[in-house]
């Protein structure tokens, strides 16, 4: 059977469970060729991939297998993961990765980052727990594989799902939080680009896609002092029209050129 709308719910966020059945299914060929492009570190860097509620992801420096996960694909992660406990009735609040950082200072209340209403009296009582106090929390291995390790935590302690996945799983769950973000983002009016079962893929893996790419902001240049008498001289000077057949530009261009002293 070919690949259509039928394959949406593989990805969507409101078929997302905390379980292996969820996450180790065969990837299609079509997904295979998606990640083989948005993984290509030979892509140009600015090329967009999809906007996320926070961020718009490029090549450069957020997605990537074997290597540190990037806070901005991290929060993407959680946002999915978010909307995931929204559908289920789980109300959960997930901290930008950007922030929690700032909590390993002696001065930082964690509790400042929270919404107002978990930090009103008696709302809630606050349990600190860590990995070693959690039974059966997976053990992390290799030294950048943490990303998914704490985006695979989150999703399963958010729904008191068991534990069945190990450090021996990253490579594929590297993959598919690579398709969740794909498949449930878009890159505004140009819609799902990348989900396997679009057409706008379909056009993308036929080759007829046109890259859409991020414009670097232009640092503000500031203006050339001049000296007073220099101003004085050029408002005083008129300008002559330089024959633009000459110049060889389009018409659209003007050229002037200062009278001799």
Request: proline share 7%; with cysteine; aromatic share 10%.
């Amino acid at each position: 059977m070919q690949c259509g709308s039928h394959c949406e719910h593989l990805t969507k966020a409101t078929f997302v469970h905390p379980n292996r059945g969820c996450w180790a299914f065969p990837i299609h060929p079509s997904q295979k060729e998606v990640l083989q492009h948005v993984l290509d570190h030979n892509k140009p860097g600015e090329e967009l991939i999809v906007r996320t509620p926070k961020a718009c992801l490029t090549h450069t420096g957020h997605l990537g297998l074997q290597r540190d996960m990037e806070a901005t694909i991290g929060n993407g992660c959680l946002g999915i993961i978010e909307e995931v406990a929204q559908y289920k009735g789980r109300n959960i609040f997930i901290c930008d990765l950007y922030v929690t950082p700032t909590w390993l200072s002696p001065d930082m209340d964690p509790m400042t980052s929270l919404p107002g209403c978990c930090t009103e009296p008696k709302s809630w009582e606050m349990d600190r727990e860590t990995g070693k106090d959690i039974t059966d929390l997976p053990r992390q291995d290799f030294g950048n594989d943490c990303g998914i390790f704490i985006l695979m935590a989150v999703l399963y302690i958010a729904f008191d799902a068991p534990f069945d996945y190990s450090a021996l799983d990253m490579p594929l769950l590297r993959k598919w939080w690579c398709l969740l973000l794909l498949e449930n983002y878009s890159l505004d009016s140009y819609r799902k680009v990348f989900a396997h079962w679009t057409e706008e893929c379909k056009v993308f893996l036929a080759g007829h896609h046109v890259p859409v790419f991020k414009l670097k902001k232009r640092k503000a240049e500031e203006p050339a002092k001049m000296e007073p008498s220099d101003t004085t001289a050029r408002q005083q000077t008129p300008y002559l029209p330089v024959s633009i057949r000459y110049l060889n530009i389009q018409d659209s261009d003007y050229c002037i050129q200062k009278r001799s002293w």
